[in-house]
């Protein structure tokens, strides 16, 4: 099935764990199957998972990165490289935006809101981490990231997981979890995550996710 209609900027935005990156890597890997794909890193909350780490590789696969040096960001003042304007403001091909996961990461973003009026942001959910365990502690989290940002999220994407122990009915109670979420927020499910090796029956987009990103233990 192929992806939904994405609008340009799509900024990834979703709690620890909820595996935004891998999420914000798979879909620009697709979407560079067709266009010129930039994918800019502002996740200043989780430094371990960086989309940077994978320069090469997602080069290869037509992906551009733009991101942050954490080691010289002042950790009360985070920013981006002045080259990321441009793709956020005048997106040429699809910019992926990945986010901070906490409402502190995304202020940064804030800076653009006046000025986008034709973008996506999608929350990433994961009710199997313990930062949302539920639908409503879900919702307190990404209206403070709406706070935040001063921008609407648009849509959901359901991604709960147990890495290789994931089963099919473990996606489907997370995917009835973010159905949920998105009635509380007025907003629909865009599209489903899941492991390679999971497949269900859904009238969703769905998107594979194979893990990139190695944990700092790996």
Known sequence: ??????????????????????????????????????????????????????????????????????????????????????????????????????????????????????????????FSRPTTPTPAIASVLLQEIMSQTRMKITGIVSNTHLGQFTTAEDVLEGLAGAQILAKLLHIPVKLLCLPPHITVETDLPTLPITPRLLRPWE
């Open 1 to 126: 099935m192929s992806l939904p209609t994405i609008k340009s900027p799509l900024i990834l935005t979703g709690a620890y764990g909820s595996g935004k990156t891998e999420c914000a890597l798979a879909l620009s890997i697709t979407l560079a199957r067709d266009e010129a794909v930039t994918l800019i890193d502002m996740d200043f909350v989780t430094p371990y998972f960086r989309a940077q780490d994978l320069r090469a590789e997602l080069g290869a696969e037509g992906v551009t990165v733009i991101s942050s040096d954490l080691r010289t960001a002042a950790i009360d003042s985070p920013s981006i490289p002045p080259e990321a304007a441009e793709h956020i403001l005048h997106p040429r091909g699809h910019t992926v935006i990945d986010l901070g996961g906490d409402p502190t990461g995304a202020v940064v973003l804030g800076q653009y809101a006046p000025y986008l009026h034709n973008y996506d942001m999608w929350a990433v959910v994961n």
